[in-house]
């Protein structure tokens, strides 16, 4: 009881100001949490060249959504979100599958998640690079990259990145095989006559989007930082 009376006093004192605090168990270091650095793992030369090819399709996206009378996406399922009435952004396209894939579709980029998988990526329009994205939540409300929680592939992430990307590529294909059955003769082409710096011919835009899906199935592990 006297050592007890005694500490009650010692805290008294140091909480009215009128002594020392008294004498406490040094606190433990707390070590942060080292996190995983991230990758590259697909070729530089590979990304630069098809990245562009990607900001070709985003350009077909916004041609496909103003053709009169049908806008391609809405005709494909898509919800459209419009920005609120004090931001100029452009609208919003969403859609989920029934496997549980998740499409967003903005200007800037296009988010991609599967219910199946627990993950989900973006792909900024001029970067065929994917992101983690942090949350499995479609981002419906989102008008900027910045707002959506995310980082770069690291290392133990190689895997599920690589096939979910494979996965969104193969639906570009299928998306641009639609579009040639499904629009009048020449739209694709005379879609691409306005975009200036064509990559990839109009009529092969299917097979080569399924063809790098195969190729980003098949992309070893290049086992490089990104600095």
Not at 119 to 142: K, S
Not at 193 to 209: G, I, M
Request: a neutral charge; charged letters at 25%.
């Amino acid at each position: 009881m006297f050592e007890l009376h005694n500490i009650s006093q010692r805290f008294e004192h140091w909480w009215t100001g009128s002594g020392e605090p008294p004498a406490l168990r040094p606190r433990l270091a707390i070590k942060p949490i080292p996190v995983e650095p991230a990758v590259e793992w697909m070729p530089s030369a590979w990304r630069q060249r098809h990245s562009r090819f990607l900001d070709q399709q985003f350009w077909c996206f916004g041609q496909d959504i103003l053709q009169q009378p049908r806008n391609a996406l809405l005709e494909l399922g898509f919800s459209k979100h419009r920005p609120l009435k004090d931001r100029k952004d452009g609208s919003c396209y969403t859609v989920t599958s029934r496997t549980g894939v998740n499409i967003v579709l903005w200007g800037f980029g296009m988010f991609y998640s599967d219910q199946r998988l627990g993950d989900a990526i973006l792909l900024v329009r001029d970067d065929i690079r994917p992101w983690i994205v942090e949350q499995m939540q479609t981002p419906v409300g989102v008008w900027d990259p910045l707002e959506i929680p995310r980082h770069r592939v690291r290392g133990s992430e190689v895997a599920g990145a690589r096939e979910l990307l494979a996965d969104l590529l193969k639906w570009l294909a299928q998306y641009e095989a639609w579009i040639v059955d499904h629009r009048t003769p020449g739209h694709r082409e005379r879609t691409l006559r306005e975009w200036k710096r064509v990559v990839v011919p109009a009529l092969e835009s299917a097979e080569q989007w399924q063809h790098l899906a195969d190729e980003v199935r098949g992309m070893e592990y290049l086992a490089k930082e990104s600095a």
